[in-house]
């Protein structure tokens, strides 16, 4: 589904923040992306750059960095991002971030 002004994200969002309790529920409104680094992820999840690649997401023992697809490497890093304003993960400092107590009960349903 198209949703170019966002409304349709953040409308789901507030639904996830405010409505439902359940880590079930919040699991159905996952991307592809973000369950893929919530899965891989042992708790720290980072976010690295070099000059040659730019900036791509490492959870785990896994880097999602796509050198011949830069678009897949995009949207894995926007993952990451809506992780954050779910309230899964929490940026620490630098480019660590790590699951919230919630994204650890959510990562466990994943697997």
């Given at each position: 589904?198209?949703?170019?002004?966002?409304?349709?994200?953040?409308?789901v969002?507030?639904f996830?923040?405010?409505?439902t309790?359940?880590n079930?529920?919040?699991?159905?409104?996952?991307?592809?992306?973000?369950?893929?680094?919530?899965?891989?992820?042992?708790?720290?999840?980072?976010?690295?750059?070099?000059?040659?690649?730019?900036?791509?997401?490492?959870?785990?023992?896994?880097?999602?960095?796509?050198?011949d697809n830069?678009?897949?490497t995009?949207?894995?890093?926007e993952?990451l991002?809506?992780?954050?304003?779910?309230?899964?993960?929490?940026?620490?400092?630098?480019?660590?971030?790590?699951?919230?107590?919630?994204?650890y009960?959510?990562?466990?349903?994943l697997?």
């Amino acid at each position: 589904m198209n949703d170019p002004t966002g409304l349709l994200s953040k409308m789901v969002e507030w639904f996830l923040k405010n409505i439902t309790g359940s880590n079930l529920a919040i699991c159905l409104f996952l991307s592809k992306e973000e369950k893929d680094i919530l899965k891989e992820a042992t708790g720290e999840i980072y976010k690295l750059s070099a000059d040659q690649t730019g900036a791509f997401v490492r959870a785990g023992n896994r880097n999602f960095y796509f050198e011949d697809n830069i678009e897949k490497t995009i949207i894995y890093n926007e993952g990451l991002d809506r992780l954050i304003r779910k309230g899964l993960v929490v940026h620490e400092f630098g480019q660590l971030f790590k699951l919230t107590s919630k994204g650890y009960r959510v990562s466990k349903k994943l697997k």
